[in-house]
C-alpha cells in the first residue's frame, strides 16, 4: 500500500512537472508572437492550452483515484490535495499565456506592442520564463531555496509592471488610449502568471515545512 | 458513520454559502465604495477579505479532516473535492471585489470612474451581484436551473465589457489614458468576477449530474 502510494504520488508529481514545463513553454511562445506579430505562433499558443488543461484533468483523475483507494491520512493526505492547488496555479498561468497570445491576434496584422514598450515588455516576459523554470525545478526537487527565490522574482515582477504603466501613463506616451489598455493588460498577464507561481511556490514550501508562509 | 459524512458536508456546504453571501457583500461595497469614491467604505472591503479567506481556510480543514476521518470514495469523494474548487473559485471573487475597492483607493480623493462610464460599471456591478445572489442560492438549493443561467448572465457581462470598451476606445473618450486603464482593468475585474461564479456553478452542475459543462 505504501509503495503504491508513492508511485501513485510520484506520478502526479511528474504530471505537475509537465505541466510547469508546458505553461513555461507557452508563455515564452506567447510573448515572440506578441513581439513579432506571429499569426501562426500566437495560434498554437491558443491551440496547445487544451493540452495543458488535459494534463490538469489527468492530475485531478489521479488525485481522485489516490484518495479513493488509498484513503491517506495526515501529511499524506496534505500532499495529495497541495497537488490540486499546485495543478490549478499551473492550469492558470497556462491560461494567462493564452490571453497574451489573444492580445497578439486581436492587433494582428499590427503589433500590439509598441517599439518603445518591446524592451519593458521583453523582461517581464524573462522573468516569467524564469519564475517558471524554477517553479518546473522546484516541483521536480522540492528545492526549497529555489522556491523562496520566487518572492524575490515576482518583486522583480512588480518593478517591471510599475516601469510599464510610468511608460504609458507618462507625458510622452504617443500610441494612445488603445495601445495603453493593452499594454496595461498584458502587464496584468505576466504579473498575475508570475504570482501563481509564487502561490505554486508556496505550496511546496507548506508540503516541505509545514509551514504556511502566506 | 454516513451520518457523520453527511453532517460534515452540510457544514462544508453551509461555509461555502458564508463565502459566496461575503463575495457579495463585498463587490457590492466595492462598487458604492468606487462610484462614490468612499475611502472608509473601500478601506472596509479590503480589511474584510481577511474574513473570506479565513472562511475558506475552514472549508480546506473541514475538507481535510473529512478525508482523514472518513475516506470517502465515488460520488461522495467527488463532492468533497468539488466543495474544495467551489471555494477556490469564491476566495478569488472576494479578490476581486477587493480589487476593486483599491481601484477606489488609488484614485481618492477622485472618482476612479467618470461619470460617463458609471452607468455601464453600474450596470456591471448590477449583473455581478445577480450572479453573486444567484450562486448562493444554487449552493444553497443545488437549483441547475439557477446554475443553468449563470452562462446567461455571464454573456450580459461580457456584452456590458464589449460596451464599456467602446466608450473608452470609442472618438469621443476625453478622460486620457489613466482613466481609461482604470476603467479596462476594472471591467476586467468584474468580467473575472461572473467567470469564477460561472465555474462554481459548472462545478454544483457537474456534482448533482455528473456531466461537465465545460
Redesign the interface.
Known amino acids: 500500500m505504501r509503495e503504491e502510494f508513492r508511485a501513485d504520488l510520484y506520478e502526479v508529481g511528474r504530471l505537475l512537472v509537465s505541466m510547469a514545463e508546458a505553461v513555461r513553454t507557452a508563455m515564452g511562445a506567447a510573448t515572440t508572437a506578441l513581439l513579432s506579430a506571429d499569426k501562426e505562433g500566437a495560434e498554437r499558443v491558443v491551440a496547445r492550452d487544451a493540452e495543458i488543461n488535459a494534463i490538469f484533468h489527468s492530475v485531478?483523475d489521479k488525485?481522485?483515484r489516490l484518495?479513493?483507494q488509498q484513503?491517506p491520512?495526515?501529511s499524506d493526505?496534505?500532499m495529495v490535495?497541495t497537488s490540486?492547488?499546485i495543478g490549478?496555479d499551473l492550469e492558470r498561468m497556462g491560461d494567462l499565456a493564452e490571453h497574451v497570445a489573444k492580445s497578439a491576434l486581436r492587433r494582428y496584422p499590427g503589433v500590439a506592442v509598441p517599439a518603445e514598450l518591446a524592451g519593458v515588455v521583453g523582461q517581464m516576459a524573462n522573468v516569467a520564463d524564469r519564475i517558471a523554470g524554477k517553479i518546473t525545478l522546484v516541483l521536480a526537487s522540492r528545492d526549497l531555496e529555489r522556491a523562496a527565490e520566487l518572492e524575490r522574482d515576482d518583486d522583480d515582477m512588480d518593478e517591471l509592471e510599475r516601469q510599464l504603466?510610468t511608460r504609458?501613463?507618462g507625458p510622452d506616451?504617443k500610441h494612445?488610449?488603445?495601445a495603453?489598455?493593452d499594454a496595461?493588460?498584458l502587464g496584468?498577464f505576466y504579473e498575475r502568471y508570475a504570482d501563481h507561481a509564487v502561490n505554486a511556490g508556496r505550496h511546496v514550501i507548506y508540503l516541505v515545512t509545514g509551514e504556511s508562509e502566506k
Chains 1, 2 share one sequence.
Request: hydrophobic share 70%.
Open positions: 485531478e488525485v481522485l484518495l479513493a484513503a491520512v495526515a493526505l496534505r490535495i490540486l492547488h490549478t504603466y504609458i501613463l506616451w494612445g488610449v488603445e495603453a489598455v496595461a493588460l496584468r
